[in-house]
């Protein structure tokens, strides 16, 4: 059977860096079922396949499964070597695994590879493998290295654990941008080097806790997914207070807290998106997301924030719903029977935990703890969260109980666990290989060894939420400690241990262990102040100035400022020369900043790239004669990594600067239904419909009439009827609908049915849906199922638009260069070398169709091939001698579901590089506007880039390559 790229769930031979592997096909039946090898390049891997990392090995492969289980498959088809990993040299892509310890598989192939692993990691590391490479079955042996076994206490206890750890910390800490800035992945890394409790990571600790602490951006201005980012944010400072008595984050703490109680739903939870007088907008809860909002209020108060406590009881009362009938569920839905439930019952556990409630918090941890590691797959959208948090969660249920679900799990963590040191998470079938953006499970390194570090970290028990005691430096410290604190407050450690060791022979337990928390977290100070001091040193030295401004920034936050350790080397920045050093350093570090560098390439090679819009201000650091060791630096980065020819979802600001670009215009359309118009509707709770309510000759006196936007009972079908009235059908080429409703509905124009769609926002109707427009009165006649919120920005509205030639002009501001012949290669006939797209719910390119599947439309145009994608996005071919000139018109798809601006804004830029080098790109257009490339292309280039910018207006970018291809040398 053949897939085309036009079967993109199934096409996934693609992957950077490699060549295109040897063609297979699972072939059931017979003694000895493979990926039968057949001609290279011709038929590609099955369609229920999985691609999965191969622990330490550094290779990654396929296996066969169905909903994301691989209980079937008896084979692995090796799809990707990392450089210089551990099968860098043994395996080669296209090989098949076919079993381990010179036995083929006889049950889960995956399964079985992972229990290799950790066995082989418990003697020599020599992992031995049967392999079928050409047809032929061979003997190869990957040497990983040796760990030691789990300790039947594990993670306790157990040595094996802890050089994992130590290897996880060592990666983040390299991993990290100097001002400690990683956005929410950096929540991860930063919660994880500081649940490892060890004072060398403190430095980095500290430097992601100052930066967060100022809040770099208006804390309101994340309104659109707060109640994610926020949260994670909020309980990465609040046990980054608890664990340091670091008092300057205690502001950005209640900022956090008090955005927090304000977005919170009336049921006591949270959604996507913060709360509007208690309404959850979009789908409404999203307990996820709620869990996590919660525990960090709980945490705030321990510090000794003031929360709303009606709040704390709210959610309380909503979390503990589910205990003694099943695990907590999505949104405001019944308990579900999962006992992770993608790590839900996991902050459920640990919230009840931190209040106190044994009942509750042991109900949801014993059930991860009794758990197998097929409920580590399931998640809506990507089961990360379950992979993080469940050990958090199982370890309340008990050393014994959790020691079983470790190590019945153990061959699963150890497959996700990468030849460096790093994780990775597993992803699941139903999300595109190669795609960067969407969604948790495409998540690199950088977001999931933090996560995973918890874990690990478990043993330290230095965070509230892996089992640290209540802090001496919260709302629970014994009144007898408070001079103790004060000191330490006021940076005097050694008296603070001084008057803390007075307490730690007292006869009250807690007493005792705050007084010795005390002293311990004043050493930790101490040491991590004399550390940091010498890493300062040797970034003076090695001349990464900005580096060591960073750190010395964060020593501010723990030393007096009058230390002469701290003054002297403040004095040394503090120049014009130095601080040029300085400015040069933020940009060097910028632009290398871990979350552009480490990235998942297209068939899951973790690689080191430059993204395409920052080589050339590398290269201006480069050639910088002032630059001091940046220009070393960049000129080392340059020549060691490749530029990227995928989308990592960057900030093309340097092309920001172009004065042809524009922005703020957009499509004009007349609109002959507005949405506060007069409308007459029906609530039908009871009874049959009336038969021809969407004709235009029903009489619907007898309907309430109100004004748009209208709101009603959350019981029954909601029917809308709205009359307007055309003098003249001239000119209308266009319709388009607006909507705005909580349920499914059904669309009439004049008693035809129009559309049949659930959600918000607009879309242009089909050609055909002009003609039933009549002269004189029409009626918009509108069904809508299911429950209407009250009245707030997301009640019901509609509106019908027509659209007319005048309104489809080109906006005068945007003059494109002549239209292009077609033509006489088109792209959408070749295969793709890669495509990435960095949104949508669907994240394919479609061939010849819009990204919706209709037909491609730019300015009332139709054109029957093209390209349709999702900015940002990335599309490669190769390029052959004969092709000579490279033409297309790009814009907004007309058919995507666009809205006009003030209703939702669309901005995207059009480029074209061939071989990493820019040839042409458009200014940033919006919609109704469009760009024509017909650009030439050199005779030795290999291979054409088609990149999409996503511009500062990042709603409905539905954008089309319409009638893309190349002229031919003799034409």
């Not at 059930?367 to 050990?391: D, K, R, V």
């Not at 707030?792 to 030639?805: A, S």
């Not at 058919?895 to 939702?904: F, L, T």
Request: hydrophobic share 40%.
């Amino acid at each position: 059977m053949n897939y085309s790229k036009r079967n993109h769930g199934h096409n996934i031979l693609r992957y950077l860096g490699c060549t295109l592997l040897a063609s297979a096909t699972l072939v059931y039946g017979g003694e000895d079922p493979l990926f039968s090898t057949l001609a290279p390049n011709v038929t590609p891997i099955p369609a229920r396949s999985f691609d999965y990392n191969l622990g330490p090995t550094g290779a990654r492969g396929w296996f066969h499964g169905i909903n994301s289980h691989t209980r079937d498959s008896r084979e692995i088809f090796v799809k990707s070597i990392e450089p210089q990993s551990p099968a860098d040299g043994v395996l080669l892509p296209g090989d098949m695994i076919v079993g381990v310890f010179g036995e083929r598989f006889d049950v889960d192939a995956r399964r079985t590879f992972g229990e290799a692993i950790v066995k082989v990691e418990a003697a020599d590391g020599k992992l031995p493998l049967l392999i079928v490479r050409d047809g032929k079955k061979h003997a190869a042996t990957i040497a990983i290295e040796p760990m030691g076994a789990y300790a039947p206490t594990a993670p306790y206890d157990c040595p094996k654990t802890a050089r994992i750890l130590e290897r996880m910390t060592a990666w983040l800490a390299q991993d990290m941008p100097p001002d400690g800035f990683h956005y929410l992945g950096g929540a991860f890394s930063r919660l994880g080097l500081l649940a490892s409790g060890k004072v060398k990571y403190m430095d980095h600790v500290r430097r992601n806790a100052m930066t967060q602490g100022k809040i770099r951006y208006p804390i309101d201005a994340l309104n659109r997914h707060f109640p994610w980012v926020g949260s994670y944010e909020n309980l990465f400072l609040t046990e980054y207070y608890l664990a340091t008595g670091d008092r300057s984050v205690l502001p950005a703490i209640e900022a956090y807290v008090r955005t927090l109680e304000k977005g919170v739903g009336r049921p006591g939870t949270w959604g996507h998106r913060l709360a509007t007088d208690g309404v959850m907008p979009g789908y409404g809860a999203m307990n996820n997301a709620g869990l996590t909002a919660f525990m960090s209020i709980i945490l705030a108060y321990e510090c000794g924030v003031e929360v709303d406590m009606e709040i704390v009881r709210l959610c309380a009362e909503f979390f503990a719903t589910p205990a003694g009938l099943g695990g907590s569920p999505y949104g405001d839905n019944p308990p579900w029977l999962l006992s992770i439930h993608n790590g839900k019952n996991a902050t459920t556990a640990i919230n009840y935990h931190l209040l106190g409630n044994t009942r509750i918090r042991d109900w949801f941890a014993k059930g991860i703890a009794a758990s197998n590691p097929e409920q580590l797959e399931q998640g809506h959208t990507g089961n990360y969260w379950a992979q993080m948090w469940a050990p958090l969660g199982g370890a309340l249920a008990g050393p014994e109980a959790f020691a079983g679900y470790m190590h019945r799990t153990a061959w699963y963590r150890d497959m996700t666990r990468r030849w460096d040191g790093s994780f990775i998470h597993q992803p699941l079938p139903h999300r595109r290989e190669g795609n960067l953006a969407g969604g948790t499970i495409a998540r690199g390194p950088a977001w999931v060894t933090g996560g995973f570090t918890l874990g690990y970290a478990l043993p330290a028990k230095y965070l509230r939420m892996t089992g640290a005691p209540q802090s001496v430096f919260g709302i629970h410290c014994p009144e007898v400690l408070e001079l103790a604190r004060t000191r330490y407050f006021e940076r005097d450690y050694e008296a603070a241990i001084a008057e803390a060791t007075k307490f730690t022979g007292s006869e009250d337990p807690r007493t005792r262990s705050m007084a010795e928390q005390l002293i311990k977290a004043a050493n930790d100070q101490m040491a991590s102040i004399e550390l940091t001091l010498a890493a300062i040193d040797a970034a003076l030295e090695k001349g990464d100035v900005y580096l060591a401004q960073c750190q010395l920034e964060g020593l501010g936050l723990i030393m007096p400022e009058t230390d002469e350790r701290l003054v002297s080397r403040l004095a040394v920045l503090d120049t014009p020369e130095m601080q040029l050093l300085v400015d040069i350093g933020r940009r060097y570090h910028g632009l290398i900043t871990p979350h552009m560098r480490t990235a998942q390439g297209l068939g899951s090679v973790y690689v080191k790239l430059i993204p395409l819009a920052y080589r050339h201000s590398l290269e201006r650091i480069a050639e910088n004669e002032d630059a001091g060791v940046y220009k070393e630096l960049a000129r080392q980065y340059l020549a060691e990594y490749p530029v990227s020819n995928q989308m990592l979802r960057f900030d093309l600001t340097p092309l920001l600067e172009d004065p042809t670009i524009a922005s703020g215009r957009g499509l004009t359309i007349s609109p002959t239904v507005s949405t506060d118009t007069t409308v007459r509707w029906l609530v039908v709770t009871d009874g049959e419909t009336p038969e021809g309510w969407m004709e235009p000759a029903f009489d619907d006196a007898a309907w309430t009439e109100t004004e748009m936007p209208i709101s009603g009972s959350k019981e029954g079908r909601h029917l809308v009827r709205s009359t307007f009235t055309l003098q003249s059908l001239d000119g209308i080429e266009e319709l388009q609908l607006s909507r705005s409703h909580s349920g499914d509905a059904e669309f009439f124009l004049n008693g035809e049915q129009i559309l049949e769609r659930s959600g918000g926002g607009s879309m242009f109707l089909k050609p055909s849906t002009v003609g039933l427009l009549r002269e004189g009165q029409n009626v918009l006649a509108v069904q809508v199922y299911g429950a209407q919120r009250p009245r707030d920005q997301r009640d019901t509205r509609y509106g019908l638009h027509y659209v007319t030639p005048d309104a489809l002009a080109q906006s005068p501001s945007i003059v494109p260069p002549p239209r292009p012949p077609a033509p006489d290669v088109y792209v959408s006939d070749l295969e793709p070398v890669s495509e990435t797209l960095g949104w949508g719910w669907d994240p394919r390119v479609r061939y010849d169709r819009a990204l919706t599947g209709d037909p491609i439309t730019l300015q009332g145009y139709r054109y029957e091939k093209g390209i349709g994608t999702h900015a940002p996005s990335d599309i490669v071919f190769t390029l052959k001698p004969e092709y000579r000139r490279f033409v297309s018109t790009v814009g907004h798809d007309q058919m995507g579901g666009v809205r006009p601006r003030g209703d939702g804004e669309a901005d995207a830029q059009y480029m074209i590089l061939v071989d990493g080098k820019e040839l042409a790109r458009s200014p940033m257009l919006g919609l109704g506007e469009v760009w024509h490339f017909d650009v030439a292309l050199p005779e030795d280039g290999k291979e054409i880039l088609l990149h999409v910018y996503e511009g500062p207006y990042r709603h409905y970018d539905n954008v089309v390559w319409a009638n893309a291809g190349f002229m031919l040398a003799d034409q």
